[in-house]
């Protein structure tokens, strides 16, 4: 019998000692007892646009969630790793081909390919100075040019 209730209180204080489950979709509400009191980290989810967000891992893949502050609706998803895949199969790293008007361009920010059937886009390049010149410059209308994808993102502002 003490066994058990040995069993019993160490499952009990386990169970409580997890965080709880964050389903990684737009307009989910975050737990408040995911989000840490002092809130420092920002992520840009738009272009001009900051939110706070949370890092975490969900069935292997590592993600960053972006939230309103007020509401704790989740706004924006970000991932780069190289265990996320998308329901089409697309992957970090693949290389895809695309043209001009399959491109999404937000200055200082995001150039994404189109969305998949799952809501993600990949994100092939950001629009910054130093981003690569190939995505910047030599999209001429109908020309079909092969991108690597470099992560994939969901949502934003």
């Known amino acids: 019998m003490k066994t058990i209730l040995m069993v019993i209180a160490f499952l009990l204080a386990a ?14 509400v975050l737990s408040k007892t995911l989000i840490p009191k002092k809130q420092n980290n920002l992520l840009l989810t738009h272009p001009a646009q900051l939110r706070p967000y949370i890092e975490r891992k969900i069935d292997g893949v ?8 007020d509401s704790r609706k989740i706004v924006y998803i970000f991932t780069n790793d190289e ?3 998308t329901k089409d199969g697309l992957k970090v ?3 895809i081909d695309l043209t ?16 998949g059937k799952d809501g993600w886009n990949p994100i092939i390049g950001y629009d910054l100075p130093e981003a690569n010149p190939v995505l910047k410059e030599s999209f001429e209308r109908g020309k079909t040019v092969t991108v690597r994808i470099e992560a994939f993102s ?3 502002n």
């Open 15 to 28: 169970s409580a000692a997890q965080k709880p489950e964050v389903k990684p979709e737009i307009g989910s």
């Open 62 to 69: 590592k993600y960053a969630i972006a939230y309103d502050e």
């Open 83 to 85: 265990h996320f895949r």
């Open 93 to 95: 790293g693949q290389h």
């Open 100 to 115: 001009s008007e399959q491109i999404t361009r937000y200055p200082g920010w995001e150039i994404r390919g189109p969305k």
């Open 154 to 156: 969901k949502g934003g």
